[in-house]
């Protein structure tokens, strides 16, 4: 007799021992298919982000209307406009050295963030007059005058910062120990001086008139520096490296 033969089972056990190659196959392509499409709309997202946005440290900060601009409208300051042959100047009602320091110079340096006229004008000129006359009477406001400098700097207006750094010079050698006076306060005085002291203009074969008008803000960040180590005492150097670290001094070189 001829064998019989014997087909595999379709049962339930039958089932559960096909092979399942074929269908494991499947489910991978699928898989892998989904992957693909992910990685490609991951790969197109990155197209679209955005990095982060600019730190604006050298963007200007808003200037809140300041305390001599209300004086001076006010007409609480012995002052008056003066035209010459030279230009213009301030004309004292009262004598310079008899003004109350305390009271006058802080006002002035506050109306320094000022950069409309007459503001600006008569406040710059203020202060530089205040200076050229205070002699020993300038030293005991220092403390009084940080805060005004600070937020002048703070402005990040490259006028008010040129017009501050110039009567930062004049402080600094207007009366005794003045230089002194400001090296605790550099913590608060130099970090802006940090984040503009490589700012300077490069104007290639042409000419810097800013250089001739000192109005360069590397350049009088620079001489400031310089004029504060000179100024400020055998301390002054080391704490101006700790705030401006690519400082180099003036005097040891």
Sequence with gaps: ??????????????????????????????????????????????????????????????????????????????????????GNRIAWKVEIERLDYHHYLPLFFDGLCETGHPYEFFARQGVHDMLEHGGAKVLPVIPQLIIPIKNALNTRNRQVICTTLKVLQHLVVSAEMVGEALVPYYRQILPILNIFKNMNINSGDGIDYSQQKRENVGDLIQETLEVFERYGGEDSFINIKYMVPTYESCLLN
Excluded: C, W
């Design 1 to 86: 007799m001829a064998e019989r033969l014997t087909l595999p089972s379709t049962g339930a056990a039958g089932r559960s021992a096909a092979p399942k190659g074929p269908e494991l196959n499947e489910k991978q392509s699928q898989t892998a298919g989904r992957e693909h499409r992910l990685s490609a709309e991951g790969r197109e997202a990155d197209t679209s982000v955005v990095g982060p946005p600019v730190a604006g440290a050298f963007r200007e900060r808003p200037q809140k209307p300041t305390a001599f601009r209300k004086f001076y409208e006010r007409g609480d300051f012995p002052i008056a406009l003066e035209h010459d042959s030279k």
